[in-house]
């Protein structure tokens, strides 16, 4: 038989298994450095795909909004051309009574109008150093754009 002093000397299987149990979790916490290196190339890879796609999701929009522009300027034309009896210019754009109620879209800048007696011409900038116009009438084609392109029909080039 042992002597209680032995006994309080060694411990058993259970309690060295509860006192070595936290110490064998905190080396299974957290994650290693492959992995981290593993998600920071998938990262990398998936940004290499999405940033070009973004880019030209972005201007496909720009050319949309210049197209829908040159679409929205000249239903307005045509409304003005009715109270008139002329196409707008660009001075007769605006909010005032008796002016021609078109502001083109937001980023799209550097609206250019031609008005003669029979037709008028338009062009205006967008995003990424592209032209949207469009021409009806007997008004030349807006400069530098196409020239295969049918009297009212709007074109980005």
Not at 1 to 8: E, F, I, Q, V, Y
Not at 60 to 86: I, K, P, W
Not at 127 to 136: E, K, S, T, V
Request: aromatic fraction near 6%; charge should be positive; hydrophobic fraction near 40%.
């Amino acid at each position: 038989m042992t002597s209680p002093d032995l006994r309080a000397d060694t411990l058993d299987l259970t309690t060295l298994r509860k006192m070595t149990a936290p110490m064998q979790r905190s080396r299974t916490q957290g994650f290693t450095l492959i992995e981290l290196l593993i998600v920071v190339v998938i990262i990398g890879i998936l940004a290499a795909v999405a940033i070009p796609k973004f880019s030209s999701t972005k201007q496909r929009a720009s050319r949309a909004a210049g197209l829908a522009d040159m679409r929205n300027l000249a239903t307005s034309q045509e409304g003005f051309f009715v109270d008139s009896a002329r196409y707008a210019a660009l001075t007769d754009t605006g909010s005032a009574a008796g002016k021609m109620n078109f502001a083109p879209s937001n980023g799209n800048t550097g609206l250019a109008i031609g008005a003669t007696a029979t037709g008028w011409n338009a062009v205006v900038d967008i995003p990424g150093g592209q032209r949207c116009g469009i021409y009806h009438g007997s008004a030349p084609p807006p400069p530098t754009m196409p020239g295969t392109i049918e009297s009212g029909l709007p074109v980005c080039w």
